[in-house]
């Protein structure tokens, strides 16, 4: 049960026939050396061309999308996510199906939850319990993980731990139980690098008590980032039998927010809008302003931080959520943008890289109530320093647990592992972008394993077998360990506890919040203190989908 | 040949770390030694960044053997500096002396550290003999336009 990235991919080779598209270079072990005619070409940076050495090469799996020989424009159309407010008790049916997208004129089949895109926008009370029956109608094995939440961990969705996967065709069940206020998220935990790309996600919305529990904003916003890789008019396919894109995760060249590649909000002057950001991306993390607008940093996974703050930017890698207020002060338009420093590798220098998601456009009628004054007025929430309190006498002991990050690699083309082994001279903290997509392409679960292996006992991924008591208080140090083949940054994320990163390279964190995501950079050692207060054996895995799909996740049972 | 010696630099390289610099001293000061570390400035994300998405650091530096100021003209403080590769814009980062010295934030991409002799702690612009310098580690990027690999010639 704990082989669970395996234990999907030969779930995937058993489960019922996909119906997928197929190209011609089929059931070739190793690297396939496709017909270049044919083969699917991959969208490359400007000014860049694919390595001499991988030209014709294609990746060492079928190729396959979502609903192979069914006509998209027969599927219904994606809706938004509508708000789906539930009480205490009540039941949802939540179902997986196909539907067509059409993303800058081009219809799809993709996937999503009651038709919808992201999934409906569920809103419940802390302390509620919902049930909610999962309903399996697309054409792969499936499941619901709520992210985040400390549930009991019979409906943690995670498959090969807590569940079988839900077959197509399938139902299963879920108790969910929140505890805690905060942004949330649910996402199938089966071959996350297709399913959730193609569009199996929605937020989780967790109200408090307590009315000034957020400080006060004329009005909210749920914005979940992803991104597509399209080449013109055509979606990059997929691994049948594992994840491509293995090494760096699939970036996509496609931005999105709440599945549309162009955001659109109109204000009022001086409003101030909560946003709760999510990023659902498979593996790019986001840089995120709003045009110069000001922003003021509320909480992030479980709740608030201690002390409110003003921030440039957003930083968001997979998985991660962060709540924000902006104050649109003048008229005018505010570009929702991210802006990153790309790295080409060609030239060997940054470049900046920014794409816009959307616009605020800002009216000249004055926001009614004008909540200004408040806005400029940085909170401490002593509430959450005084529970943490009972933590901080755990913070300065040795590290209970110790994880190094790394990777292996078997079978890559030639000219890749040239080219890995002469630019290993710098490797950035953060990869923002896909600097190397051809050979990112051609890589896959089949020649990359992507390691957590624990410094004491030698032991890897799902061979690490740590138990850990009831009510006890973890502190997990994690090197991400630079001198690999391909070093990366992890987004690593503990299912059912929540953690504090107490501190990054041996500096304090100043201003802590609980979290469920933390991401670690290359070379950089990141110690995590674990609230284990759930029973139950629960996945701690990289959050990038192709990584996972590399077998990059063990269990901590909290026995 | 070119694959091997990248490869032995980039060993060596790694040897130090990705956060390392290493400095050089300069005919001002040759019996001054030094070497730097980068550590992420303070930021609630999991890393800190501009905007427009600079990595943010702060910067430990540890230096030896650096001489009097005075010892070396009209000089009383010594200061750390950051500047472009092509020397064209400098931010200081502030003062330094022997032992550990904590100074920053930089916000460059690539840029050179460079610690200098200065008439105060606090000057306005970089004017006084330099006596250690350092590339940071994301100078060692390298323009792979002419490689062989790239003209379709392995190894």
Sequence with gaps: MRWTALVLLAGLAAAPPLRAQRSGHEDMPGMAHGDSARSMPIPMPAGMVMMPGLRGLTPAVTPFLPGAGVDPMTLPPARTGSLTRLEDGDTLDLTATLLRRTIHGHAFAMYGFNGQVPGPLIRVSQGATVTVRFHNRIDLPSSV??????????????????????????D?????????AGVYWYHPHVREDVEQAMGLYGNLMVDPPAPDYWSPANREQALMLSDLLMQADTLIPYGEES?????MGRVGNVLLVNGEPGYALRAHRGEVV??????????????LSFGGAPIKLLGSDLGRFEREAMVPSVVLAPAERYIVEVRFERPGRYPLVNAVQAINHFRGE?????????????????????LGAGFGRLRSNTAVSQEIEHYRRYFDRPPDKRLTLTVRTAGLPLATVQFMTIDTAYYAPVEWVDGMPDMNWLSTAKQVRWVLRDDATGKENGDIDWHVRQESVVKLRIFNDPRSFHPM???????????????????????????DTAMVPVGSTVDLLIDASNPGAWMLHCHIAEHLGAGMMAVMYVD | ????????????????????????????APDARGEARLYAADSPFGVAVT????????????????????????????????????????????????????????????????ISAEPDSAPATHSGPTVLHGTSPSGWLQSFLTHPLFRGISQ
Excluded at chain 1, 147 to 166: C, E, F, I, K, Y
Excluded at chain 2, 1 to 16: E, N, P, V
Excluded at chain 2, 73 to 85: E, L
């Design chain 1, 243 to 247: 994840p491509d894109f293995a090494l």
């Design chain 1, 350 to 370: 940054f470049e900046p890289e920014v794409d816009t998601l959307g616009m605020v456009t800002v009216d000249s009628i004055p926001a009614e109530p004008d």
């Design chain 1, 489 to 515: 940054q992890h987004p690593i994320h503990l299912h059912g506890q929540r953690m504090l990163v107490i501190a990054r390279d041996g500096v304090p964190t100043r201003n802590l919040v609980w979290k």
């Design chain 2, 51 to 114: 905007a427009d998405g600079r990595a943010r650091y702060e910067i430990r530096i540890n230096t030896r053997g650096l001489p009097r100021p005075d010892s070396l003209g009209a000089f009383r403080a010594y200061v750390a500096w950051a500047t472009t590769p092509d020397l064209t814009r400098w931010t200081r980062l502030g003062p330094v002396a022997n032992g550990r010295s904590t100074v920053g934030p930089v916000e460059l991409n690539k840029f050179l550290l460079v």
């Design chain 1, 274 to 287: 909560r946003f709760a950001l999510t990023n659902a991306a498979s593996s790019r993390t986001f840089n």
């Design chain 1, 172 to 180: 299963f069940g879920y108790t969910v139980r929140f505890p805690d």
């Design chain 1, 145 to 170: 993980h709520w992210h985040g939440v400390r549930l009991d961990n019979r409906s943690d969705g995670a498959v090969g731990v807590t569940q079988d996967p839900v077959p197509p065709g399938g």
């Design chain 2, 1 to 28: 040949m070119t694959g091997r010696i990248a490869a032995l630099a980039a060993g060596l390289l790694l040897l130090a770390g990705p956060y390392d610099i290493a400095l050089h001293p300069t005919r001002a």
